[in-house]
Nanobody, 124 residues
Framework: QVQLVESGGGLVQAGGSLRLSCAAS????????MGWFRQAPGKERQFVAA????????YYADSAKGRFTISRDNAKSTVFLQMNSLKPEDTAVYYC?????????????????WGQGTQVTVSS
């Protein structure tokens, strides 16, 4: 079992930045890929970014490329999502997820464990 706890969400103006964190516990963090997803009201959960077990590979949704950066600190069992140049359309609940494999991309089915989410609101 893996427990995931997100933090760092909040209210920010368009053009601002936020850094989300996800602390993992319950299993060897460095053995599996991690991802960030988001879900806006009335919409399906969508992929944002993913990172391989050792940080060597990263994947981004088109909407995140050039603005968001995913990273991880295996020593601290934490994954991060640095979000810059935020837009109102980035408003959503952001979820951290842990895959059951060392490499994962944007498919929800690759992720076995999910956090409770953290709200990000971007005002115009």
């Amino acid at each position: 079992q893996v427990q995931l706890v997100e933090s760092g969400g909040g209210l920010v103006q368009a053009g601002g930045s936020l850094r989300l964190s996800c602390a993992a516990s319950g299993r060897t963090f460095g053995n599996y890929a991690m991802g960030w997803f988001r879900q806006a009201p009335g919409k399906e959960r969508q992929f944002v970014a993913a990172i391989s077990w050792n940080g060597g590979r990263t994947y981004y949704a088109d909407s995140a490329k050039g603005r968001f950066t995913i990273s991880r600190d295996n020593a601290k069992s934490t994954v991060f999502l640095q979000m810059n140049s935020l837009k109102p359309e980035d408003t959503a609940v952001y979820y951290c997820a842990a895959a059951d494999r060392m490499y994962a991309s944007g498919e929800l089915g690759e992720y076995a464990y999910w956090g409770q989410g953290t709200q990000v609101t971007v005002s115009s």
